[in-house]
């Protein structure tokens, strides 16, 4: 059995001036086992102005997180800056060329993809999903958005509890913040 930790869904939405990114709790120990169902892979940074959720190996997506709050206290909290910077170094440096994680990072104006290649991605219309479960939640999250007038926390919380119902890596332990 691989000792990596592994396993996680996070699906955030941007609806009428307000992004919730929401995250399940599930952490996989290699391929057939559970080891934690109540993780936090949401955290809020730089004086709570910015939400990200990250999904991945989790000593690299801390490692990530740590490197992306190091970037947003640089750029005064510029969450494209930071991005731009925090990518521009993920694909220069090559101890992080080696972390296996990826990022959902959300302010009031702006919601973006941190990819695992170093890439800074604005998603289309407002629905971004990473992880495990990530392809599900998307599906889910754009659909609610198209034929509902759920709120944004809602979409995305709605869009993880589909996920986890067809995700074995992903749990209904839903944490959601929103900006």
Request: charged share 20%; net charge negative.
């Amino acid at each position: 059995m691989s000792s990596q930790l592994r396993g996680t869904t996070i699906c955030a939405v941007r609806r009428d001036g307000e992004t919730a990114i929401a995250g399940d709790g599930q952490v996989t120990m290699g391929e057939h086992t559970i080891f934690k169902t109540t993780a936090r892979k949401i955290r809020r940074l730089y004086n709570n102005e910015v939400v990200v959720g990250f999904a991945g190996n989790v000593a690299d997506a801390f490692t990530l997180c740590e490197k992306f709050e190091e970037k947003l206290q640089q750029c005064n909290g510029n969450l494209e800056k930071a991005a731009v910077a925090l990518a521009q170094n993920w694909r220069g440096d090559q101890a992080m060329r080696q972390l296996e994680s990826m990022m959902i990072a959300a302010n009031r104006e702006r919601l973006l993809i941190l990819s695992g290649t170093g890439e800074v991605i604005d998603p289309d219309e407002g629905v971004a999903a990473i992880g495990s479960g990530g392809n599900y939640a998307l599906a889910a999250a754009r659909a609610l958005l198209q034929n509902t007038e759920l709120s944004a926390s809602q979409i995305a919380e709605k869009a993880l509890h589909i996920a986890a119902s067809i995700c074995v890596y992903t749990n209904d332990q839903i944490i959601v913040e929103t900006v």
